[in-house]
T-cell receptor
């Protein structure tokens, strides 16, 4: 258990509304990630962070922004949600002293109507 | 750019039979390789990993995988599957340097169905 909590776990929203997903970790890991999972696509990296206020884009970053104002929280924001952003979103951490594996949260299922 | 190919979208295996899930990767340097399992409605759990040394690695739940550099493959095997092995399986590749922040690149997954 890597102490990762995602909230909300389920959310239904309407097109055009802003949405923020939160990832909270309890072990002060430097590296945090947001992925989305869609059938037929596996997991794709949206954004990642390598420290407070240090973030970078992943493979599918369009339409998403992130913020990390403190070590334990990594926020993913959809400024104006679209139906194509209906997905399951996973947060993950990587331990600095590990061998590169990621540890995942339970996921947040987002439905955009 | 790195990539992972899992050629089989679905695989059906009888309970008690052996299993092999295929994974091919493309990476410009020595990779870290991983297999994850996802049960319905759950997050991803690490099954096993390869980062150096013995090319046959053992994981949890009786799974093993073999790294074959010449074939750019990292196939997952289990000698005898159980009904509880029904799940989605993901192969992933990452940077060997360990110093960067880049995440893992995942394949699209293989859905394993177990027949009684």
């Amino acid at each position: 258990d890597a102490g990762i909590t995602q909230s909300p776990r389920h959310k239904v929203t309407e097109t055009g509304t802003p949405v923020t997903l939160r990832c909270h970790q309890t072990e002060n890991h430097r590296y945090m990630y947001w992925y989305r999972q869609d059938p037929g696509h596996g997991l794709r990296l949206i954004h990642y962070s390598y420290g407070v206020k240090d973030t970078d884009k992943g493979e599918v970053s369009d339409g998403y922004s992130v913020s990390r104002s403190k070590t334990e929280d990594f926020l993913l924001t959809l400024e104006s949600a679209t139906s194509s952003q209906t997905s399951v979103y996973f947060c993950a951490i990587r331990r600095e002293q590990g061998t590169g594996e990621l540890f995942f949260g339970e996921g947040s299922r987002l439905t955009v109507l | 750019a790195q990539s992972v190919t899992q050629p089989d979208i679905h695989i059906t295996v009888s309970e008690g039979a052996s299993l092999e899930l295929r994974c091919n990767y493309s990476y410009g340097a020595t990779p870290y390789l991983f297999w994850y399992v996802q049960s319905p409605g759950q997050g991803l759990q690490l099954l096993l990993k390869y980062f150096s040394g013995d090319t046959l690695v053992q994981g949890i739940k009786g799974f093993e995988a073999e790294f074959k550099r010449s074939q750019s493959s990292f196939n997952l095997r289990k000698p005898s599957v159980h009904w509880s092995d029904a799940a989605e399986y993901f192969c992933a590749v990452g940077a060997h340097s360990g110093g960067g922040a880049d995440g893992l690149t995942f394949g699209k997954g293989t859905h394993l169905i177990i027949q009684p």
